[in-house]
């Protein structure tokens, strides 16, 4: 009798072990190479996520210590975070992820999502319903009732001012208040942001509005993908309305570091985005800078120092030790990764997981090809495993076939037994 022949079931589970081994390989993690995030040598960023070391949740400094990198400064603040915008990485962190009023940085989040929406061309006649429910205390442009005004007009009167005036004149063409309110907290949701809760487009202190140095971070981000944001954002001195006539009047930006006033130089290289302050939330501010072609994005919530202009002298010193640190460092975690169209609210759809996924997100530069190539290697692996258990199988079945054959060919010719009969 012959027996079955295992060894293409051998090769079958071969590849099937390959297989698995393919689906192994593990995406781009926090961890870096010896020459921290900008190592872009082969393989510098291939490591098992779950040894990779992200903070980003942890309370206090988050710090990847290294011999040729400077600690990262110690500040008042309550929170802040450092990010090199290219790669989402983040270079340093404290408290990340605490939940903190924002003030006036929420506008940020208001210009990623109203901003898309409407021409800089358009005209709007700004109405008394427009300029309904303006809270008492808060920061106005001056924008006058009955007066028409271009789109980028009221735009200056945010990015510049801070005016809520401003913020609730486009509210109201973007359908009201509450809608604009919903519309924000959809567009936080989308981007990736899991500690906002927004309960006032204007960022004026409101019972339950937080948001938290890791979310501001990402609508700076979006933000300054949006050319107009941008542009805005490093505005420093304008005409309201920007045509001129006998009512206009300048205005200036009051990012105190980007413009140079009350004490503080200009930053250099400063491109914006948004500060902010009320009673509630103190200080706040959302600042970008580019240097030699890098460009940072730093978020400082709150400083309790007392100095004066403590937030935006913070912020000057995070960015400074950004710059120092970010060809060595490694990194303690990142954004989601950016995916084109994701500040339009109008056309961009969540692109990244939700739970962990926004922490363990691939952290170097945006590879769509790698990507590409790498779910089309999982694909192949699967169709090879597939095919070597089918071979596997099918070989199994005809060998016992043929077995059978020879057995019953041997019986055939031995003598047959005596019929006995039972009744």
Not at 125 to 148: K, N, Q
């Amino acid at each position: 009798m012959s027996s079955v022949s295992w060894a293409p079931v051998r090769v079958a589970t071969a590849a099937t072990l390959c297989a698995a081994g393919l689906w192994a390989v593990p995406g781009q993690a926090a961890a870096d190479g010896p020459n921290g995030i900008d190592d872009l040598r082969p393989g510098t960023h291939l490591a098992d996520p779950a040894a990779a070391d992200y903070r980003l949740d942890r309370h206090g400094v988050q710090f990847q210590p290294r011999a040729e990198v400077p600690e990262p400064p110690d500040l008042s603040a309550l929170s802040w975070m450092v990010t090199d915008m290219a790669s989402g990485k983040v270079l340093a962190a404290k408290n990340a992820h605490r939940p903190l009023p924002p003030a006036s940085t929420l506008k940020a989040l208001f210009a990623v999502t109203v901003l898309p929406k409407f021409s800089q061309g358009e005209v709007h006649r700004v109405s008394l319903e427009d300029l309904s429910g303006i809270e008492s205390g808060s920061s106005l442009a001056g924008l006058r009732e009955d007066m028409p005004y271009h789109v980028d007009d009221l735009w200056r009167a945010v990015f510049l001012r801070s005016g809520s005036d401003g913020v609730h004149t486009l509210a109201a063409m973007n359908g009201g208040w509450n809608k604009t309110i919903d519309d924000m907290q959809e567009t936080a949701h989308r981007l990736g942001a899991r500690d906002t809760r927004v309960e006032s487009a204007d960022g004026f202190d409101t019972p339950g509005q937080v948001s938290s140095a890791y979310d501001l971070t990402l609508f700076g981000r979006a933000g300054l993908h949006n050319p107009d944001f941008a542009h805005f954002a490093e505005t420093k001195e304008a005409q309201l309305p920007q045509d001129g006539g006998p009512d206009s009047f300048g205005i200036q930006n009051t990012n105190r570091l980007l413009v140079g006033s009350h004490g503080v130089k200009p930053y250099h290289g400063l491109i914006g985005v948004k500060n902010g302050y009320t009673t509630h939330a103190g200080n706040t501010l959302i600042a970008a800078a580019r240097r030699d072609g890098r460009t940072l994005l730093v978020t400082v919530m709150n400083p309790q120092s007392g100095a004066p202009n403590a937030v935006y002298e913070e912020t000057r010193t995070l960015l400074d030790w950004g710059f120092e640190a970010a060809p060595h460092t490694a990194a303690v975690g990142a954004l989601p990764a950016w995916a084109p169209g994701d500040a339009d609210a109008q056309n961009a759809a969540h692109r990244q997981g939700s739970g962990m996924a926004l922490h363990k997100a691939a952290i170097g530069p945006t590879d769509a090809g790698w990507q590409g190539r790498y779910w089309w290697l999982l694909s192949a692996a699967g169709v090879i495993a597939l095919a070597g258990l089918g071979t596997g199988a099918w070989w199994r079945r005809r060998k016992l076939r043929e077995s059978e054959r020879e057995r019953a060919a041997e019986r055939a010719v031995e003598p047959e037994a005596e019929s006995v009969e039972t009744g």
